[in-house]
């Protein structure tokens, strides 16, 4: 048999060889579209259906808190939540008592609504989560029609057109050398537990399905490249058993930097972060031993609520976060919603381009009574950490400085209420739309820090929507006009004595950190999982000859206590 070599999307980093097993849906029982039965009795059904359902989630976040933990667990509370999402419950039961449907007829319907509801959204994000009501539908009917799940017997490379997360955790952990499926994206949660467990990926492998029935039994999974190799030849198998070792070698080695400072051979001193979105994903931050939390994405707290949430659940959210983190700084990006990252419970009109259009400060500056709340939150929260709060999509001085003012109505609403508060709270701005990056100097003066959000500035600066597949080799994070934002920003932040930051997915490119180093870029927050790679990249720069050309105009009058970049020298008087 000739050597069949498919590409997709690389999911979770790693090499595995062995026998495909190809994973099918659990066989759901036929089922009729209209019910003999009362209304009544489809909907105890349906209840009945939920509990159960319920209950089984509840085994599931607790075996994925064993084999992955608690931040990988919450994806089956989430199920939990959107299985009971007022609109997705009131769905069904519309479908059961105006249609008179059976349940599985009702909740398939509703399934298929919301999933293709979830899948037109622009939001990479936000499109994933039609695979998770996709997963609850398919349970509820398993539950419903009484359908088994096959059984995994033997180690195996797990071949399937789609996984949800509920398939990849009901599986045996100790059998699984690797995932490939045919559907799938990057941010799918199932990807999202592979590179939490270690599990080697790939996913978005057009023409798997059709490839497999024509191949040998062993398969080669290569997750770091995206690429999957069937009937491989004897120099491949031995090439990817050498790689599979040398990859396994290089994951210990970077153990020994999960204690080590973020500093370059000659004792530069960066910040290397994290980004987080849950409450739980601290702990993953905790656990490299992050410099700190570089963006922490509030939304979240919103997108899986049936309400907007109110004070005291945002400042357990927050207090929790920091208390994790034990002192070090955390980052709060304030509310991102809007256009196509829209909660159930907040209505908006469509609108033609969402990624520049209402949202995230300029919907919050209209919608102040919500946006205190957060903020009042987050005020009562620094007292238990070093919180630094961060306003997106900040375009011009006037949205920053109403949105400074909010914030100091809170703080004074909150001392005449003797709530305690940190004395000092870093307050800054992210850098993402091109006229903040402009005028850079004119916003340096009125915030504490930068945070440049490559993804957005990316966009906008090339005019490449980054979720558009025909236009993808147009987004280019490392385009000379991106590159000019990022240091003519970084520039001014020097100038001004602030510390200026990347947290956009290229702050994990280490082609670029000497670019940063150079630029002035004194943190750099990336996914958890990318923390320690890019300290171990960061010790093998000498930084000596980079920065030297770039800063040399800057007058600094301050001697620095140790060997550390010269813009840390200017940031010391604001950040102590």
């Known amino acids: 048999m000739a050597m069949i070599t498919l590409r997709g999307i690389p999911a979770s980093p790693g090499v595995a060889i062995g026998p495909v097993w190809l994973y099918q849906k659990a066989q759901l029982a036929a089922y009729e579209e209209q019910s003999r039965l009362t209304v009544e009795a489809e909907r105890r059904r349906f209840d009945d259906a939920v509990e159960q359902a319920r209950r089984q989630l509840d085994m599931l976040y607790d075996k994925t808190v064993q084999e992955a933990?608690?931040?990988a667990?919450?994806?089956?509370?989430?199920?939990?939540?959107?299985?009971?999402?007022?609109?997705?419950?009131?769905?069904?039961?519309?479908?059961?008592?105006?249609?008179?449907?059976?349940?599985?007829?009702?909740?398939?319907?509703?399934?298929?609504?919301?999933?293709?509801m979830f899948a037109a959204m622009e939001d990479e994000v936000m499109?994933?989560?039609?695979?998770?009501?996709?997963?609850?539908?398919?349970?509820?009917?398993?539950?419903?029609?009484?359908?088994?799940?096959?059984?995994?017997?033997?180690?195996?490379?797990?071949?399937?057109?789609?996984?949800?997360?509920?398939?990849?955790?009901?599986?045996?952990?100790?059998?699984?050398?690797?995932?490939?499926?045919?559907?799938?994206?990057?941010?799918?949660?199932?990807a999202i537990l592979a590179r939490t467990m270690g599990i080697p990926a790939v996913v978005g492998v057009s023409g798997l399905t059709e490839a497999l029935s024509g191949a040998a039994g062993t398969?080669?999974?290569?997750?770091?490249?995206?690429?999957?190799?069937?009937?491989?030849?004897?120099?491949?198998?031995?090439?990817?058993?050498?790689?599979?070792?040398?990859?396994?070698?290089?994951?210990?080695?970077?153990?020994a930097y999960r204690d080590r400072p973020s500093r370059t051979r000659d004792g530069l001193e960066l910040e290397i972060c994290a980004n987080i979105a849950y409450v739980t994903d601290a702990d993953n931050a905790a656990a490299v031993n992050a410099d700190g939390v570089g963006l922490m994405r509030s939304e979240f707290l919103y997108m899986n609520a049936d309400s907007a949430p109110d004070e005291e659940t945002q400042f357990a959210a927050y207090r929790a976060v920091l208390e994790k983190l034990n002192g070090k700084r955390i980052v709060v990006r304030t509310l991102d919603i809007g256009a196509d990252k829209v909660p159930s419970w907040l209505p908006l009109p469509p609108e033609e381009n969402p990624a520049m259009g209402w949202r995230a400060v300029r919907m919050c500056l209209d919608h102040q009574d919500m946006f205190r709340i957060q903020l009042r939150a987050l005020l009562r929260a620094s007292y238990y950490g070093r919180l630094a709060i961060m306003f997106p999509m900040i375009g011009d001085l006037n949205q920053l400085r109403r949105a400074k003012a909010l914030l100091e109505e809170s703080r004074r609403e909150l001392e005449k209420e003797q709530v305690p508060m940190a004395e000092k709270i870093e307050v800054g701005m992210m850098v993402e739309i091109p006229s903040a990056a402009i005028l850079a100097d004119q916003f340096a003066p009125e915030v504490d820090f930068f945070s440049i959000g490559t993804n957005d500035l990316t966009q906008y600066t090339l005019a490449a929507d980054r979720l558009n597949d025909k236009v993808a080799d147009l987004f280019d994070s490392a385009h000379p006009a991106v590159l000019r934002l990022i240091q003519h920003t970084a520039q001014a932040a020097v100038a001004h004595g602030i510390w200026c930051g990347i947290c956009g997915e290229s702050a994990g490119n280490e082609e670029l950190l000497p670019f940063y180093i150079k630029a002035g870029i004194g943190e750099l927050s990336v996914v958890p999982g990318k923390v320690l790679e890019l300290r171990r990249a960061l010790s093998n720069i000498d930084s000596s000859s980079l920065y030297g050309s770039f800063l040399s105009h800057i007058q600094i009058s301050e001697p620095?206590?140790?060997t550390t970049h010269p813009f840390a020298v200017l940031c010391l008087k604001k950040k102590n």
């Open 69 to 71: 933990g608690e931040a």
């Open 73 to 116: 667990a919450q994806i089956f509370d989430i199920h939990k939540m959107m299985m009971e999402d007022l609109d997705y419950l009131e769905s069904v039961e519309d479908n059961i008592t105006s249609q008179l449907y059976t349940a599985e007829h009702a909740v398939a319907c509703t399934g298929q609504e919301f999933a293709e």
């Open 127 to 190: 499109q994933a989560r039609s695979a998770d009501v996709r997963d609850i539908t398919q349970r509820l009917l398993q539950v419903l029609t009484g359908g088994q799940s096959q059984t995994l017997e033997r180690s195996s490379v797990i071949c399937a057109h789609d996984l949800f997360p509920s398939d990849t955790m009901q599986l045996e952990r100790g059998l699984i050398m690797a995932f490939v499926t045919e559907l799938g994206s990057h941010v799918s949660h199932s």
């Open 219 to 255: 398969i080669v999974v290569d997750g770091s490249r995206g690429l999957v190799i069937l009937n491989a030849d004897q120099q491949t198998l031995a090439d990817y058993t050498a790689r599979r070792e040398a990859y396994l070698q290089e994951r210990m080695g970077l153990d």
């Open 560 to 562: 620095t206590p140790r």
